[in-house]
């Protein structure tokens, strides 16, 4: 999982990268990632912009991007951990050009505003590892809640959303936990929940997110990376009966081949046909829930 590679995976990890560090640097972080993901046909024009949300805790940075007119469903997005930055923006930009209001929050706002790492910098490296698993391990069930409550009321002011559709929300790697727990303390207000590559999702902990399906009320996407999959083959089983057991309707699936990221284009293990393919399984899912 991201907080827990070892070196020889690491390793591999970066053997596979499609788009070098050293590339990064020369075409800058914003233009490499652009060059990765695929153009959206029918594109909508959109408008975006940074924000700044009160919460109990103090005030969170967000990216907001939506259709550049009319109102449309929202999206809460919870980044992975490297939090809010240019590869997080680019891809909630890309779902408002899909027709989405989005809300892209920095998680770490308590310790940090975004960014919390340099453009560029890879989980590969010990030194940006240190700084982000501290900030990881900051977070917790109670922070998570009380973040999507002040992140949802601030969506619902907002007049590029349509408040009569429900919201879907997102989440990679430490995200995931954050969607699980958004889709069950707020069942009336978010129809729709993914992650990819999501971490802790099924633990035997009193906190785990899993333990709050029966509450959900929403189509949800579980996307899994093979070796998060072969370091716990248990997790998708807990899910897809717990999923079952609440009639919560659930799309669960291990993305063979991929490595855990592989959807991030910013990571050395981006995998862009893979990525696609969990891009369009999203997009299913919200067209069916959200309307």
Request: hydrophobic residues 45%.
């Amino acid at each position: 999982m991201c907080d827990n590679h070892s070196e020889e995976e690491n390793a591999h990890m970066l053997k596979m990268s499609k788009i070098s560090r050293r590339q990064f640097a020369k075409l800058g972080v914003t233009a490499a990632i652009a060059a990765l993901l695929p153009p959206l046909a029918n594109a909508q024009d959109v408008m975006e912009m940074e924000v700044t949300i009160e919460t109990p805790d103090g005030i969170s940075d967000c990216y907001f991007v939506h259709p550049s007119s009319g109102k449309h469903p929202a999206v809460l997005m919870w980044p992975d951990i490297l939090g809010l930055r240019p590869a997080s923006r680019a891809m909630g930009k890309r779902l408002a050009q899909a027709g989405y209001s989005v809300l892209v929050v920095n998680p770490f706002y308590r310790i940090q505003q975004a960014p919390v790492i340099p453009d560029g910098a890879s989980f590969a490296d010990p030194e940006i590892a240190a700084i982000v698993r501290p900030m990881m391990a900051s977070l917790s069930e109670n922070s998570d809640v009380t973040d999507a409550r002040a992140y949802l009321a601030w969506i619902d002011q907002q007049m590029a959303v349509d408040t009569s559709r429900k919201i879907g929300t997102i989440g990679h790697c430490m995200g995931g936990p954050q969607v699980l727990r958004t889709v069950a303390n707020f069942p009336e207000r978010v129809g729709a929940g993914a992650t990819f590559h999501g971490v802790n999702l099924a633990t035997g902990n009193p906190d785990s997110p899993h333990l709050g399906i029966p509450n959900m009320d929403a189509h949800m996407l579980i996307a899994i990376a093979e070796n998060d999959d072969a370091r716990d083959l248990e997790v998708k089983t807990t899910l897809r009966n717990a999923f079952a057991a609440a009639n919560v309707p659930a799309e669960i699936e291990v993305y063979a081949g991929s490595l855990h990221g592989w959807t991030m284009p910013d990571f050395p293990v981006y995998d862009q046909a893979l990525a696609e393919r969990a891009w369009s399984r999203l997009l299913a899912t919200y067209e069916t829930a959200l309307g």
